[in-house]
């Protein structure tokens, strides 16, 4: 069978080709991260944002260190495919907004002469939790292409797309604590918050690209149906019009983020812990386990809402119910051991934030303290069968050396270390987890 390419894409059904094609646009964006949830989200909403007139756009696309992906979408003319999956049924798309793709770990100095080119006016990032952080290969390559920028001084915005709670002011500071605050002439940094479930590609994924394409696609990747992209509205050098495809543009994203990343991201790592423990190998078979459902019910009716202020017209309960049926798709085969990666660096966001809340105010909050005991079990590196679990953390060596995780303040908060209160819980969980293992606690709970 043939690859995808620019001479098969004709070959698609007229559902499946792309709106564009490589080299029919300009380029105006570079975006750092070409993974898989930039390929299904960011990317995707540029493509439609041109096609519905939303201006004369492509991107620049840089995989800062593996080529995995890179030379797959180099051999297929910077095209791939994107399944939506939504049960047994895959909708299948090719994307054609990639005007160039680049690899930052050989060639630095082509990213570098990108982000001080004035034709790049956006630069999107997608590089997970711990690449915000002093001393990363990205904030370098950031920080030496502003530098040759400020010669021009041709405005900027960058643009975080991580889950990170403020990740524009996050990012502005890690920028600023290099360069100084000179840079605020002709940079902006908008903050974002981005939901779509995209598990990473395996080969059941290019055999389902394949079948539905009838081309070879290394590339593809596979989402769930739902999408949402919310944007502070800071672009000092133009944009693509992403509201024209759905996009929110908005001049606070705050509260947007805080509902997702408390719901909807930490019921994610609930379930990856709690799944991995009990060996459900998906998120949507962790749910699936005795008991699971209704304690991710009560995490965020009792735990999480009341830390909440959601956008105007939204339910936390309603919003809740309705991550609860997206991870009940089986079609994604999201995995919990790939949720469950980094953990040190997402659960102050996801979690921890909430017990912090919720003990502020007087309160234990049962559920989301179940939920750091089964990762601290988690760490320890056995499932509830004996069977190995894998640590993949940035402090994974200090993880499994601490006689006291919460003793951790690279993790914790001040205080929780000190929270009589709080540590009889998390040993009382601890206890059960140990003797009954997760379905057996989960058992107790109902």
């Known amino acids: 069978m043939e690859r995808l390419s620019r001479s098969t894409v004709d070959r698609l059904d007229p559902a499946a080709r792309p709106a564009i094609r490589p080299g029919e646009v300009g380029t105006g964006i570079l975006h750092l991260g070409l993974g898989a949830f930039h390929r299904a989200h960011q990317a995707v909403y540029t493509e439609?944002?041109?096609?519905?007139?939303?201006?004369?756009?492509?991107?620049?696309?840089?995989?800062?260190?593996?080529?995995?992906?890179?030379?797959?979408?180099?051999?297929?003319?910077?095209?791939?495919?994107?399944?939506?999956?939504?049960?047994?049924?895959v909708r299948p798309r090719v994307l054609g907004v990639h005007a160039r793709a680049?690899?930052?770990?050989?060639?630095?100095?082509a990213v570098e002469a990108c982000l001080a080119d004035p034709g790049i006016r956006v630069v999107t990032l997608t590089v997970t939790e711990k690449a915000y952080r002093a001393g990363s290969e990205v904030l370098g390559l950031l920080v030496r292409g502003l530098r040759a920028r400020a010669a021009s001084g041709a405005p900027l915005a960058l643009v975080s797309c991580d889950n990170l709670p403020g990740n524009?002011?996050?990012?502005?500071?890690?920028?600023?604590?290099?360069?100084?605050e000179s840079?605020?002439?002709?940079?902006?940094?908008?903050?974002?918050?981005?939901d779509r479930i995209v598990p990473a590609s395996t080969e059941a994924t290019f055999a389902t690209a394949e079948a539905?394409?009838?081309?070879?696609?290394?590339?593809?990747?596979?989402?769930?149906?739902?999408?949402?992209?919310?944007?502070?509205?800071?672009?000092?050098?133009?944009?693509?019009?992403?509201?024209?495809?759905?996009?929110?543009?908005?001049?606070?994203?705050?509260?947007?983020?805080r509902l997702k990343l408390r719901v909807l991201n930490g019921v994610h790592s609930a379930l990856a812990y709690l799944?991995?423990?009990?060996?459900?190998?998906?998120?949507?078979?962790?749910?699936?386990?005795?008991?699971?459902?209704?304690?991710?019910?009560?995490?965020?009716r009792a735990d999480i809402a009341p830390t909440l202020r959601p956008p105007e017209g939204l339910s936390v309960r309603r919003y809740g119910e309705s991550v609860l049926e997206r991870f009940s798709n089986p079609a994604l085969r999201h995995r919990t051991l790939q949720v469950a990666m980094d953990g040190t660096q997402k659960l102050p966001q996801r979690l921890l934030g909430t017990i912090a809340d919720r003990r502020a105010a007087g309160d234990m909050p049962r559920y989301a303290t179940l939920v750091l005991a089964a990762w601290?079990?988690?760490?320890?590196?056995?499932?509830?069968?004996?069977?190995?679990?894998?640590l993949d953390d940035p402090l994974a060596d200090r993880l499994r050396a601490a006689p006291s995780l919460l003793e951790l303040d690279a993790v914790f908060p001040p205080g929780f270390a000190d929270?009589?209160?709080?540590?009889?819980?998390?040993?009382?969980?601890?206890?059960?987890?140990?003797?009954?293992?997760?379905?057996?606690?989960?058992?107790?709970?109902?």
Do not use: Y
């Open 102 to 109: 680049m690899h930052a770990a050989s060639d630095p100095a």
């Open 275 to 300: 799944g991995a423990l009990a060996g459900a190998p998906t998120i949507d078979r962790a749910l699936a386990l005795p008991g699971m459902r209704a304690a991710m019910e009560s995490l965020i």
């Open 48 to 89: 439609d944002a041109i096609a519905r007139g939303g201006g004369d756009w492509a991107i620049a696309a840089v995989a800062p260190r593996s080529r995995a992906v890179l030379e797959p979408l180099l051999e297929q003319d910077l095209l791939f495919s994107v399944l939506t999956l939504d049960g047994e049924r």
């Open 183 to 194: 840079v605020a002439g002709f940079v902006s940094f908008p903050s974002t918050m981005v």
């Open 168 to 180: 524009g002011h996050r990012l502005r500071a890690l920028v600023t604590a290099e360069l100084g």
């Open 212 to 257: 539905s394409l009838g081309l070879i696609d290394r590339a593809a990747v596979a989402a769930e149906p739902f999408s949402q992209w919310v944007i502070e509205d800071d672009f000092p050098g133009g944009r693509p019009a992403w509201d024209l495809a759905g996009a929110i543009l908005t001049g606070d994203v705050a509260p947007w983020e």
């Open 376 to 390: 601290m079990r988690f760490v320890r590196g056995h499932a509830d069968d004996g069977s190995p679990l894998p």
């Open 419 to 446: 929270d009589a209160e709080l540590r009889d819980q998390l040993a009382s969980w601890g206890r059960s987890l140990q003797r009954h293992g997760v379905v057996g606690t989960l058992e107790a709970l109902r």
